[in-house]
């Protein structure tokens, strides 16, 4: 009975915890395989802006603390369209109504102290160039709730794809190195598997607003990941 043997190879990659694997196998279990994973990063500028905000209020009953929300909210609406946002970039994305407990008076039990109300909106914005307007026209009229901006592509197809392309091109690139270093050759591929995809939030930058001009915002870059695991065939001399 002939013995399976196996050779283990191993490197640092990009991704911690993957690493290349070469296993050598006798005729009855089939070719020798290399397998490896690939990261490819492609970094553009955003041409789309998510605004999280809203207002928040308070009022001695519930139905007044709403009513107070409800009409500073109209009175944002009414300016983020005018800036320029359509009716489909806005969505309601939280709403709460809460009672204001306190035990100020130096009770042991809380006691209801008027009603707090949140109105939270997801605006996007197409055009970043209006961005710093539509903050301004937010907050001039009534918007007191700022929960974020996140910063993404509007069609992110085209730079996924060249993602996945760099990073087989890295996965080939690396397995042909091992693999000649070995003595041997890549035969033909047996899998392709595509794990870890995503387009990171990007850091941003905000600035105070002058009184008479718009909110200055920074987009910078956004990236999006694609990571592949390729298994060759080896061919041996």
Do not use: C
């Not at 809380?110 to 301004?136: E, M």
Request: proline share 5%.
């Amino acid at each position: 009975m002939r013995v399976l043997s196996a050779v283990l190879l191993s490197t640092a990659l990009m991704v911690p915890g993957l690493a290349p694997t070469m296993a050598l196998a006798d005729d009855h279990i089939g070719p020798a395989t290399i397998t490896v994973t690939g990261e490819g990063v492609v970094t553009a500028a955003p041409d789309l802006a998510t605004v999280s905000l809203g207002v928040t209020t308070q009022g001695e009953t519930a139905a007044a603390a709403m009513a107070a929300n409800t009409e500073a909210l109209t009175a944002v609406l009414e300016r983020v369209k005018a800036a320029g946002v359509e009716d489909r970039d806005i969505q309601t994305s939280t709403l709460n109504l809460n009672p204001n407990w306190s035990n100020s008076d130096g009770s042991s039990m809380p006691v209801i102290q008027g009603y707090v109300a949140s109105n939270i909106l997801s605006i996007r914005v197409r055009d970043l160039a209006k961005l710093g307007g539509v903050l301004d026209a937010a907050i001039t009229d009534g918007a007191n709730t700022l929960n974020g901006i996140s910063f993404g592509l509007a069609e992110p197809d085209p730079a996924m794809d060249e993602a996945r392309k760099e990073a087989v091109a890295k996965a080939r690139a690396r397995a042909e190195l091992l693999v000649t270093a070995a003595g041997a050759s890549l035969g033909k591929i047996v899998s392709i598997n595509e794990s870890g995809m995503g387009m990171p939030v990007p850091m941003y930058r905000m600035e105070a607003a002058m009184a008479d001009a718009p909110v200055p915002v920074q987009g910078g870059e956004v990236g999006v990941t694609a990571n592949v695991t390729i298994t060759w065939e080896i061919v041996q001399p």
